[in-house]
């Protein structure tokens, strides 16, 4: 019997399309990408209309044969990776390897990996999309003559392995401009005051002063706070008005891939790597009991809003059946989408409604379950009748004194029966709040009032707040920096560089950071720009809808950077000079003056006439300066814990040091493969001091590896970590120690 041979991306996906499939079908999957650009070069030929020069990645020479011994039996095949530009790529990649053997070669497209999914998918087979890979070709390309040209010019002036890229180096200048607006930010002090009104019934309630003499109150200080509150509390007050009136509260659009993020990183403490490797999970398939390998969740790369006509109706008919006529609105509910979505994809939803979060919660892991409840409550509620409120406003008025209190009162929860569409979290409070309290039901206009108190409270204006993973993506997504597949991989980039730490759910530009983008901001300016950049990102769409040439875009790029980038190789030498800190210290070996300099570890003193003296060392006031609380402890004092450095590598010590001189590891949250007790952490040998990593249970285990372990789970076989390996001739590659598949940079992220 004739075979079709349907070509997927991961094995876990494989497995539930191949049950939907059954027989006549033969199911493989690539493991991934199978071509990248190589290590050792730029592969991009600028000179040849930019063409991108691919290699087979190293380790998939057997995958591609099996395709291709396959492929040669069936009698079509059909290529469905993940519908999105990486995934169109991976489809050409395959095709061109296997179009010689076969050429009737079908592309198909799997937004939602369920029975309906899959035949919908396979009935309507279509050509690769050239214009959607010539876009992510563009991409690759310009990022990779980024990399690799600005790279170099940063080793040169700062030191050796730090990177630049055109998108993340742009996410970089957001956050250390916020950094600088932090630190440059001076606090203005003002007051405020909230009157305790209690009428006439014995009913209390707190209003803030609203009003004097019909202007807002301008208080700067205390002196002038305590004298209005002295000439309040001769007059009399009485409640001028009562104004009530309905409100409504729409409910909020369903998920696409930055609000995912962005939600799941607020409630659920999620990195967005995270999200989007658990949603790669929902996505491929999860066991479901009698229901088997069953994708729970539409593609989670999307950035438009639209929902299929058939979800919507099988959603409205399960809020009917679970909570009555009145939580369903008269029209379905559309969402208008934003101004550069791409409308590829629908929204992210469930697949099918009636895998309610109760239903799926014993087949599901906890942080599967936690993201899944998410993305149903929130599409369940997007097709919700409004929460509805009575507003209430009262004036309290006496002389020129007006206050004024607020409340809000739910008479109809509509659609937060499901989901509380609490703030979003915000750049930084402005100011203090005031407190607050309810107002009484039976508070009418022309009431007279006794004052029971009047509170003045001190307040600053507060500093922007740092940026977390949730308001980057937000700000990102807002300027046009980057797509839906490229939000976690941008975040996660800048703190691997360590350009950022990540302290308490918030993003802290380094000294590295701050000293790596300025670099790049002043010689670079035009680039490294955010409108530059976010009209780059509408010229790689352009691209992908056949608007626009290739050669063009490469072009239109490339010209302004060649010129910058020429320009700041010339001055590298001399920048690099002027970025060395003078020292009032002379070196105890030769007697020249000794400079502070950047290395891998920080910053240290270096002597001047190197390469002839070679003397070295530490800071120990910036050390000191760079150590930071980790939430932790001391079980010995009770003081904190630090991050220090040491000859071994970095450590936590106790805070109140030399006090109490107790230390730990830190771990690298990875649980040791051997003894699955102990946790992963970085070491150092004690005589040349090269890094490799072990097991917190030595001696008792003696697990050690050179390689460097990666905290992202393979999106390949899903082992809990990888590795980063380097090599002379790749460079620095990812793979898996399970698998032992190598793994695309990149795709640690976006399948992550």
């Known amino acids: ?23 006549g079908y033969v199911v493989e999957a690539s493991v991934g990408h199978i071509k990248n650009l190589p290590k050792s070069k730029l592969s991009v030929d600028i000179d040849n209309g930019f063409d991108v020069v691919y290699e087979t990645i190293e380790g998939k020479e057997d995958v591609i044969e099996r395709l291709r011994a396959k492929a040669a039996k069936a009698k079509t095949v059909y290529i469905a990776t993940d519908p999105d530009r990486e995934g169109e790529a991976i489809a050409a990649h395959i095709a061109d390897v296997i179009r010689d053997v076969n050429k009737n070669v079908k592309r198909v497209l799997f937004h939602e990996i369920t029975a309906e999914g899959v035949r919908d998918g396979m009935a309507h087979p279509k050509k690769i999309d050239r214009h959607l890979v010539m876009s992510q070709q563009a991409r690759r390309a310009m990022d990779r003559i980024v990399g690799y040209k600005v790279s170099p010019f940063v080793w040169k002036t700062i030191y050796y392995g730090l990177s630049a890229g055109r998108v993340q180096s742009v996410a970089l200048r957001l956050i250390c401009e916020r950094e600088k607006g932090i630190k440059s ?29 019909g202007s807002d109150p301008k208080i700067a200080d205390e002196t002038t706070a305590r004298g209005y509150v002295a000439d309040i509390q001769k007059h009399q007050f009485e409640i001028k008005s009562v104004d009530r009136k309905p409100v409504k509260r729409n409910p909020p659009a369903p998920f696409i891939t930055s609000t995912l993020q962005q939600d799941a990183a607020r409630r659920l403490r999620f990195s967005s790597k995270r999200t989007m490797m658990l949603a790669q999970k929902l996505y491929e398939g999860q066991e479901l009991g009698e229901e088997g390998l069953t994708g729970l969740i539409t593609y989670m790369r999307t950035d438009s809003t639209r929902l299929n006509g058939e979800a919507v109706s099988h959603v409205r008919e399960y809020i009917y059946e679970n909570y009555g006529k009145e939580y369903v609105p008269k029209e379905p509910r559309l969402y208008k989408k934003g101004k550069a979505s791409q409308d590829a994809h629908e929204a992210i939803r469930p697949t099918s409604v009636k895998f309610s979060p109760k239903v799926v919660k014993k087949y599901l892991d906890k942080d599967l379950y936690l993201l899944y409840e998410l993305i149903w409550n929130r599409f369940v509620a997007c097709q919700m009748s409004p929460a509805q409120f009575e507003q209430v406003t009262v004036d309290v008025a006496g002389g020129d004194y007006l206050f004024r209190a607020s409340d809000q009162l739910p008479t109809f929860r509509g659609f937060l029966q499901v989901f509380d569409d609490m703030q979003e979290e915000g750049p930084g409070e402005q100011e203090d709040s005031d407190p607050t309290s309810k107002i009484p039901p039976t508070i009418a206009s022309g009431q007279k009032t006794s004052i029971l108190n009047i509170l003045p409270r001190q307040h600053f204006t507060k500093p922007p707040g740092r940026y977390t993973e949730s308001s980057l993506v937000k700000d990102l997504e807002a300027l046009g920096i980057g797509r839906p597949s490229t939000y976690a991989l941008i975040v996660s980039t800048v703190i691997d560089r360590k350009y950022v730490e990540h302290q308490e759910r918030k993003l802290y530009a380094t000294d590295l950071g701050i000293q790596v983008n300025d670099l790049l901001v002043k010689y670079f300016p035009a680039i490294f720009n955010v409108k530059f950049t976010a009209r780059m990102e509408e010229e790689l769409d352009t ?63 270096a002597c001047t006439g190197y390469p002839e003296c070679r003397n070295t060392k530490p800071l120990a006031e910036d050390q000191e300066k760079h150590q930071h609380v980790v939430g932790v402890k001391c079980e010995l004092c009770g003081g904190d814990m630090v991050v220090k450095g040491g000859k071994f590598g970095t450590f936590l010590g106790c805070s109140t040091y030399p006090s109490c001189k107790n230390t730990k590891p830190i771990s690298m949250g990875i649980k040791c493969p051997k003894c699955k007790e102990g946790d992963l952490i970085e070491r150092r040998t004690k005589k040349r001091k090269r890094t490799f990593y072990g097991c917190s249970k030595y001696p008792a285990c003696d697990f050690a590896s050179w390689d460097k372990p990666m905290n992202e789970p393979c999106p390949l076989c899903g082992n809990s970590f990888v590795v980063m390996k380097y090599s002379q001739t790749k460079g620095e590659y990812v793979i898996c120690p399970e698998c ?13």
């Open 543 to 605: 691209i992908a809808s056949g608007k626009q040439d290739y050669l063009k875009v490469m072009q239109d790029f490339y010209e302004p950077f060649h010129h910058a980038n020429e320009k700041a190789h010339s001055l590298a030498s001399n920048i690099k000079k002027s970025l060395q800190e003078k020292t009032d210290q002379l070196c105890e070996l030769c007697g020249r003056p000794m400079v502070v300099k950047w290395g891998r570890n920080g910053r240290f003193m």
């Open 1 to 23: 019997m004739e075979t079709s041979f349907v070509i997927v991306e991961s094995p876990s996906k494989a497995k539930t399309i191949n049950k939907y499939l059954g027989k």
């Open 185 to 213: 930010f001076v606090p203005v002090e003002y007051w405020s005051i909230t009157g305790d009104f209690q009428t006439t019934s014995g009913e209390s309630f707190l209003a803030k002063l609203a009003k004097i003499s």
């Open 740 to 752: 032992k598949q190598e793994i695309v940079k990149e795709e640690v992220a976006l399948r992550a």
